[in-house]
């Protein structure tokens, strides 16, 4: 179904506003310039840098080919945590496959929930160290994660070309999504998606109870808090549900200590 030029810029908007490209400890300027070239080509302006190893310079500037307001405008956090914590769906890009497996996307479907859900909330999508990608811990704050198929025997694009790659599946996903009031679930869904911020709120919560309650061994963790991670990154649960679980929780730790 093709959609009127109207449509287009409506929804092409909320992408605009919504969906935010996450860069990790990045190396070299020259990628964060040719990212930002990437994403305004294709309408992206949210540019958030975590910890990059050297500030923005002239051959930042230089690959950014004009682009550089997204330069001016490009956030620069810390952590991870503070990257994300606003966004409802975080997804993770990983050129090769990790330990524990997780919910995969290809760039198309990773585009399509995208879009879904950024008409409500805000979306990050995290890009990884130009050397080692991002780590399992990071990973694990992804509700899925995206592979751009490749060549197996040598299947690690350049980060701005992987960007590249995303933004245009982003850009052809508002051209082309078929039924654009569906949501993700198939119905449009009454809360809103919990932030990253509170998934970790309760996550936390959840292992400190694990550890009182003598479930947990913290010298002895193993992956039990990365596989419940993956538990609840899978079942997407929104606002209310966190606070029920956070509420169930709450008086778990009034039985055990009055
Ligand atoms: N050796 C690293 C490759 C890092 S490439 C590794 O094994 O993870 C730098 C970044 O580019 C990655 O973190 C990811 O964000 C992106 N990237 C590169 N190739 C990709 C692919 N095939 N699919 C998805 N993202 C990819």
Known sequence: MSKSDTEIAELS??????????????????NIGSAARAMKTMGL?????VDPKK?????AIARSSGATDILESAVQVSTLEEAIEDCGLVIGTSARSRSIPWPLLNPRQCAERAVLTSKRQKVAILFGREDRGLTNEELAKCQAHVHIPTNPDYSSLNIASAIQVLCYELRMAIETQAQPESEFWGVEWDKDLASAQELDGFIDHLESIMVTTGFLDPENPRYVMTRLRRLFNRSLPDKVEINVLRGILSSISRKIDP
Do not use: A, C, Q
């Open 13 to 30: 908007f909320d992408l605009l506003s919504n969906v935010r490209v996450v860069m990790v400890n990045t190396t070299l300027p020259g």
């Open 55 to 59: 500030p923005i310079d002239e051959e």
């Open 45 to 49: 302006s949210d540019l958030v840098l």
